[in-house]
């Protein structure tokens, strides 16, 4: 049964279909949590390989559903491992588990500090798709300012040290030109530059993927009232294990075993 495990299990879900940044962000978490969390990594079966526009990130929010379907459950929470948590509010209605997103849980622990925060992150069609997620988290009063890079996350991430370089810069940037307290480098792709960056940045700066994986410890910790039980829905034309899924109605397990 759900939180009967000796050891709590996660299911990280990357809505990219790039699978090394799935091993990438899967061996991040097991060092973060050094053995407190197992950790189940899957990879989105169908959408962009990096998500960079509305378009693939509304079709990423049918991938994170689809993988909730098919992964091996049952886990203790879920974790939406992109900066834009595509699908996690349609998943946290059908999951009777807790749900954390990456910007979602990342963005609430920045925001629980003293002072205003800035995000930066890469590729100009993210801002617009932000400042929506912000917005409707009620924080807008705490956000200092979004800067953003023009290369991708992915495309940064084999960047080297130019890539670090322009982090940097746009990280002082925000802190000496917008006032932020502190910066919250967001996507999957850059997850680890924090660490690399700090010493050269005048204010702290969060890695997405460590506050959020945190966040999502803390919800294990602590776990909710059970999910009451959901309406059946009758579907045509998604996978078999997904049109399963929606039809069972009821919220008993994570996933299937």
């Not at 559903?65 to 509010?89: H, K, T, Y």
């Not at 940064?156 to 002082?172: D, E, F, K, M, S």
Request: charge should be neutral; hydrophobic fraction near 45%; include cysteine.
């Amino acid at each position: 049964m759900i939180g009967c495990l000796p050891v709590s299990r996660l299911l990280l879900i990357n809505p990219n279909t790039d699978t090394d940044m799935t091993q990438r962000m899967a061996a991040y978490a097991e060092a973060q949590f050094a053995g407190a969390v197992a950790i189940e990594a899957v990879t989105a079966r169908f959408g962009a390989r990096y998500l960079t526009n509305r378009v693939s990130v509304t079709i990423a929010g049918h991938a994170v559903l689809d993988a909730l379907a098919c992964a091996r459950g049952p886990f203790d929470a879920v974790l939406v491992a992109c900066f834009g948590d595509p699908g996690r509010e349609a998943l946290a209605s059908i999951c009777p588990v807790p749900v954390a997103g990456m910007a979602q849980a990342s963005l609430m622990r920045a925001a629980r500090l003293p002072g205003r925060f800035s995000i930066v992150t890469g590729g100009p069609e993210w801002k617009p798709m932000l400042v929506t997620l912000v917005q409707a988290m009620g924080l807008s009063a705490r956000l200092a300012s979004i800067r953003i890079l023009p290369a991708a996350g992915n495309v940064l991430a084999q960047g080297g040290a130019a890539a670090c370089r322009q982090i940097v810069r746009a990280c002082n940037e925000a802190v000496q030109e917008d006032g932020a307290a502190r910066v919250v480098l967001g996507g999957a792709g850059l997850a680890g530059f924090a660490a690399r960056i700090a010493p050269d940045v005048t204010a702290p700066v969060l890695c997405s993927l460590h506050e959020s994986l945190q966040e999502t410890f803390n919800l294990l910790q602590h776990p909710g009232p059970p999910q009451p039980p959901r309406d059946c829905m009758e579907t045509v034309g998604l996978s078999p294990e997904l049109h399963r899924y929606l039809a069972s109605g009821a919220a008993v397990r994570a996933c299937q075993d």
